[in-house]
């Protein structure tokens, strides 16, 4: 069965290890056109890692068509994640307030909980996202939203303080023509063992029409490349992809939309080198490993709901898949 947790607490980058202590305040360009979110503050003692959410609601009143989102924060992030939550429960009672510990912003929230989607996100200290033409990611009044950071503190002596800080971009009114949606799919078939190479391969099969525009991977510190081949309408079209620093994931933003068909499949393969003296498997921590194939895609049909996908969660935005091994 799917976890929740698998695919839900590992979708953002790992970057490097914390300096000592705080890197003090962030600073952006407040945007002239929509509005700026700082989290709140916490913590991380020395020589440990947190992983905190924050429920937030967006300030905006009226539906809103995002361009662009530009992350900002000090140094010693492992990640930052923005979920948007499109449950229909809006009694503020129901989340949680302030700083939480929870990977992923697993189990936060009303019982809908799981119909969210990752808007965007930040695997380094600085990241813009900007929207091809034409394609906007859609926010509901007041969006309701999980800030997700996970913090890592190299540091033996000194505690560190996250700043982050985010924009939030909309798209020229009258400009949008498609909606994007989050595609996060994963392979949990990892088992690397100690003082050696390994790799592991998985497919997936498309569910239902769509149309990527982006394309990128994720894994931890011991990942070496991801490769993504594609078979569409019956025919190899060979490797569409391929990242070689994990730290630094490639996004392949596509000339033109990839117009997909149900049945077509993805087939990607994540390899690794463990130094280690211990062997290594999935997992949510920093010394864990991971496998996802990530991206953005929209559908023609944004009238109705999609339909429900085999492995994936049942949703009405985006897309939380589990692929299937190939031995």
């Not at 009672?93 to 990977?103: L, T």
């Not at 525009?213 to 011991?222: G, N, Y």
């Not at 991971?290 to 897309?319: K, N, V």
């Amino acid at each position: 069965m799917l976890s929740i947790g698998r695919v839900v607490a590992s979708l953002a980058a790992v970057t490097l290890l914390a300096v000592p202590g705080s890197a003090g305040r962030v600073h952006l360009r407040h945007p002239p056109r929509g509005f700026q979110m700082r989290m709140g503050k916490f913590t991380v003692p020395p020589a440990t890692e947190r992983e905190v959410c924050e429920y937030r609601t967006f300030p905006n009143d009226k539906a809103m068509d995002v361009q662009q989102f530009e992350f900002k924060m000090n140094a010693g992030t492992h990640h930052f994640a923005l979920w948007a939550y499109f449950g229909g429960d809006r009694n503020a009672a129901d989340f949680p307030r302030g700083i939480v510990e929870a990977p992923g912003c697993i189990g936060l929230g009303p019982r809908d909980s799981f119909q969210r989607a990752l808007l965007g996100g930040a695997p380094n200290t600085h990241e813009l996202t900007r929207f091809p033409p034409g394609i906007a990611v859609r926010l509901e009044p007041h969006q309701p939203v999980f800030l997700n950071s996970h913090y890592i503190n190299a540091s033996l002596t000194d505690s560190l303080t996250p700043d982050i800080l985010f924009n939030v971009i909309p798209a020229k009114k009258g400009s949008v023509l498609h909606h994007a949606e989050n595609l996060t799919v994963g392979a949990y078939d990892i088992h690397i063992p100690a003082h050696s190479a390994a790799s592991t391969t998985a497919e997936w099969v498309v569910p239902y029409d769509l149309n990527v525009i982006q394309l990128s991977s994720h894994e931890h510190k011991r990942g070496t490349k991801v490769t993504i081949n594609l078979t569409a309408g019956g025919q190899n079209m060979g490797q569409i992809f391929e990242n070689d620093d994990w730290d630094h994931p490639y996004e392949y933003w596509t000339p033109t939309p990839l117009h997909l068909r149900q049945g077509d499949v993805f087939r990607f393969t994540c390899n690794w080198t463990n130094n280690d003296d211990h062997p290594v498997t999935f997992g949510v921590t920093t010394d864990d490993e991971m496998c996802f194939m990530t991206g953005y895609y929209y559908r023609d049909d944004e009238a109705t709901p999609p339909p429900s996908a085999p492995g994936c969660f049942l949703q009405d935005h985006g897309l939380l898949c589990s692929a299937a091994p190939v031995h």
